[in-house]
């Protein structure tokens, strides 16, 4: 066969018998395990990828290797891809077949990514792609562009893949003043990590407190449908046919008895509002305090008629903090104070502020984390770092006729 001849239909011959080939792996051997690339596997065969993008450039007068780094191969893998990933977010995925799905599930079309069509699609592209990357290394500075993109998305793609067996995510539970070291699997096993936490303070600031008025035989806020909410820091002190005037306001609170509260510092404590309220229709007048308690302290509300009540819906969590201190295996010690979207990183592992006991509030004796460890990060990073440097010399390239015109 000449080399010419090596095309888009030969080429989308070879990847339909690719796939044939794996759902035949699929049904006679079952469902691939995705773990079998776990370290040190996958960099192994990352190398021997390289390797063999290497060797390319010696035997590149072979027709064979000429059309492993050539285009037509690479649209009609880029195709197949694209079509087993619309199948994948197309239909309900799971992480093993299951015997309901039927030939389907069986085919692996189910559990995608770990089956036999999209793995052997999946490593063919990353040969491919290195054979298309290396094949520029001849005259680089020729195609220094082509080289950073390719090079970019093979980095970015063996990250994704070759590394996802390498990937862990955890969530664990820490009490107040304990260390903790020990997760759950999926399959509830106790697992010890390489990194202990502890939680040294768990600390919640709430958003001022909202009012309504509920209906006292149905509990619902009114009106129905379109309830009426009154912070209290706004300036519009008015629910329904009820001025309101806020005339004590404590952030943290605790019953001083015969009604009264007072302020303080003591953990249980809840917000709590004295409001005076006047009737603008019948010029009735009221003055209480409320307060949404807690898990430890009772809910205080203000009667406002025979029908009506005005309460304090729960506050809302503004910002939650925890004043941690890890400990890895290797001797690393670092503390840090964790909020959301503020990760902590240590040894390789990415902490994140997770969770905490809803229904205590403030009073939550722990505090939950997200730990993440992706060994393949950085070489993520370094992927999407040339492909920018690639985008930009895209654009160089597309300006220069203009500027010497």
Not at 83 to 93: A, F
Not at 317 to 340: H, M
Not at 374 to 379: A, E, N, R, S
């Amino acid at each position: 066969m000449a080399a010419h001849n090596w095309q888009y239909r030969e080429s989308l011959v070879a990847v339909t018998a690719l796939i044939v080939g794996g759902f035949a792996l699929q049904l006679s051997l079952g469902p691939l395990n995705p773990y079998f690339l776990h370290s040190p596997v996958n960099a192994c065969l990352a190398a021997l990828i390289i390797l063999w993008a290497a060797l390319s450039l010696v035997l590149k007068k072979y027709r064979v290797v000429q059309w492993l780094s050539g285009v037509h191969l690479a649209v009609a893998l880029i195709l197949a891809l694209l079509v087993l990933s619309l199948i994948m977010g197309l239909t309900p995925q799971f992480s093993r077949p299951r015997p309901e799905g039927g030939l389907f599930s069986r085919l692996g079309l189910t559990s995608m990514t770990s089956s036999w069509p999209f793995m052997l699609v999946y490593l063919a592209t990353l040969v491919s792609l290195a054979m298309a990357a290396f094949r520029r290394l001849a005259r680089l500075r020729r195609n220094l562009v082509f080289f950073l993109n390719h090079a970019g998305l093979w980095l970015v793609l063996a990250a994704a893949g070759l590394g996802a067996a390498d990937r862990a995510r955890h969530i664990m539970h820490v009490e107040e003043g304990q260390v903790e070291w020990r997760v759950y699997s999926q399959d509830r096993q106790v697992l010890e990590l390489p990194l202990a936490i502890r939680l040294d303070d768990f600390d919640l600031e709430e958003y001022p407190p909202k009012l309504a008025v509920i209906d006292r035989g149905t509990g619902a806020p009114l009106p129905e449908g379109r309830p009426e909410l009154y912070q209290v820091n706004q300036d519009t002190p008015r629910l329904l046919d009820w001025d309101l005037t806020v005339l004590e306001y404590f952030y943290r609170a605790v019953p001083a008895g015969e009604g009264q509260y007072k302020e303080t510092a003591r953990p249980d404590s809840a917000q709590a509002v004295k409001v005076a309220v006047k009737n603008r229709r019948t010029g009735e007048e009221r003055q209480g305090w409320v307060t949404a308690g807690n898990r430890f302290l009772p809910p205080s509300h203000l009667a406002l008629n025979e029908g009506t009540v005005l309460v304090m819906s729960r506050p809302e969590p503004k910002r939650f903090t925890s004043k941690i201190k890890v400990f890895t295996q290797d001797g690393q010690e670092k503390e840090a104070v964790l909020e959301v979207n503020k990760p902590l990183r240590i040894g390789g592992w990415l902490i994140y502020q997770y969770g905490y006991d809803n229904q205590a509030g403030r009073m939550s004796s722990y505090s939950s984390f997200e730990l993440v460890y992706d060994p393949w990060l950085y070489v993520a990073y370094a992927g999407l770092a040339l492909g920018t440097l690639g985008a930009l010399g895209l654009i160089y390239q597309g300006r220069r006729p203009k500027e010497s015109a």
